[in-house]
């Protein structure tokens, strides 16, 4: 099948970290940017984080900028986000994108071609 699948998510106290992870299966992530989006319950989706997919330049939205990092390795066909300093804010369910549009992994989440069904990242003391 063609498909994107996230693991890694789970239950932390404020302060701690996870790495979330985004693995294609069926196709080559090589050939797309990466975006992370997340949504909490009641709230609109909302964009975490991209990679580009020929230099694999990563950009982050303010609200996470200094304490997640995104990554690829395309030898594995997986993207990474690389969650620190976690808050009671970023409880959300958290899903992958793969597309070819810098709007639609970086920003809208719209021009995408495969989404993942997402994990859930609980941050509760």
């Known amino acids: 099948q063609l498909e994107l699948v996230e693991s890694g998510g789970g239950l932390v106290q404020p302060g701690e970290s996870l790495r979330l992870s985004c693995a294609a299966s069926?196709?080559?992530?090589?050939?797309?940017?990466i975006g992370w989006f997340r949504q909490a319950p009641g709230k609109e989706r909302e964009w975490v984080s991209c990679?580009?997919?020929?230099?694999?330049?990563?950009t982050y939205a303010d609200s996470v900028k200094g304490r997640f990092t995104i990554s690829r390795d395309n030898a594995k066909n997986t993207v990474y986000l690389q969650m620190n300093s976690l808050k009671p804010e970023d409880t959300a369910v958290y899903s992958c994108?793969?597309?070819?549009?810098?709007?639609?992994?970086?920003?809208?989440?719209?021009?995408?071609?495969?989404w993942g069904k997402g994990t859930l990242v609980t941050v509760s003391s």
């Open positions: 990679i580009s997919r020929a230099k694999s330049v990563p």
């Open positions: 069926g196709f080559s992530l090589e050939s797309y940017g």
């Open positions: 994108a793969a597309g070819r549009t810098y709007d639609g992994i970086c920003r809208s989440g719209y021009d995408i071609d495969y």
